[in-house]
């Protein structure tokens, strides 16, 4: 990596181990297919054959498994480079071997990769045929429609955090939330972790009303006809759509 760029070989790959200078310093990112992968941040590219390119556009072309391998490697080695010194004592940390974690050599301050929970949720309405709420975020890809998402907060369930996001950006109720499936989230830094559920507004005839602050709108879209300006086919925001989709014309 460097900066939030990852290197893919000149055939659209990713590198080996043997390609890069031997004095990379590497971090363990798990495996692939049962073989080891690792990921390193580097200063220097001129002399690194390959072409750097964003996780979006990465993950946008390369199968699920890769894209997750490159989100991983994303978000550890931005994660370590955030935190190089121990915050009880300023020492600098050294590395935990094996585990996406530092630990401080004088006070032996334990700093494991902390992960930050968020929930997005599809939500519909039924009627002659069933709609889906779709929102446009003031920051981002303002074109896009999307689904209302926010970050758990301290003490908070999964399910809470979905019933208060809904309430507080589009004012609506909801039934209880079905859990989905999750995705970890490389675009918005390290940890990141998204759940995803559908519910039920328990209101057929309440409109949304946006908070004015992380949404411009908010509008019911029949889920025969839904806007064609959709999240990308690689985040669970999508998958979260066509299943929704895919229910109603099955």
């Known amino acids: 990596m460097a900066g939030r760029k990852l290197l893919t070989s000149p ?22 297919d049962g073989v080891p992968a690792w990921g390193a941040a580097v200063t220097a590219t001129g002399d690194v054959p390959g072409r750097w390119r964003s996780w979006r556009a990465l993950a946008a072309q390369v199968p699920e498994p890769l894209a997750a391998l490159a989100g991983r490697a994303l978000q550890v080695v931005t994660w370590r480079r955030g935190h190089r010194y121990c915050g009880a004592c300023r020492a600098e940390l050294a590395d935990v071997p094996g585990e ?17 929970p968020a929930v ?11 709609e889906l709420l779709l929102v446009r975020h003031s920051y981002g890809p303002t074109e896009l429609w999307a689904l209302v998402a926010g970050f758990v907060e301290a003490g908070e369930s999964l399910e809470a955090a ?32 998204l759940a995803g559920f559908t519910a039920t507004v328990t209101d057929p005839a309440a409109e949304p009303v946006v908070d004015g602050r992380e949404l411009v709108q908010a509008r019911w879209f029949p889920l025969d006809a839904l806007p064609e300006a959709l999240p990308p086919a690689y985040s669970i925001s999508r998958w979260l759509i066509d299943a929704a989709a895919t229910r109603a014309t099955g």
């Open 100 to 116: 996406p974690a530092r630990r401080c050599p004088d006070c032996r301050l334990y700093v494991p990769m902390q992960l930050s």
């Open 120 to 130: 997005l949720v599809a939500v519909t309405r039924p009627g002659p045929v069933d």
């Open 162 to 193: 979905v019933h208060r996001e809904v309430a507080e950006e589009v004012g609506l109720d909801l039934g209880p939330p079905v859990y989905f499936g999750s995705q970890p989230w490389a675009m918005s830094g390290p940890g990141v972790l």
């Open 11 to 32: 055939n659209g790959g990713f590198p080996r181990v043997a390609d890069l200078p031997a004095d990379t310093g590497w971090l363990p990112l798990g495996t692939l």
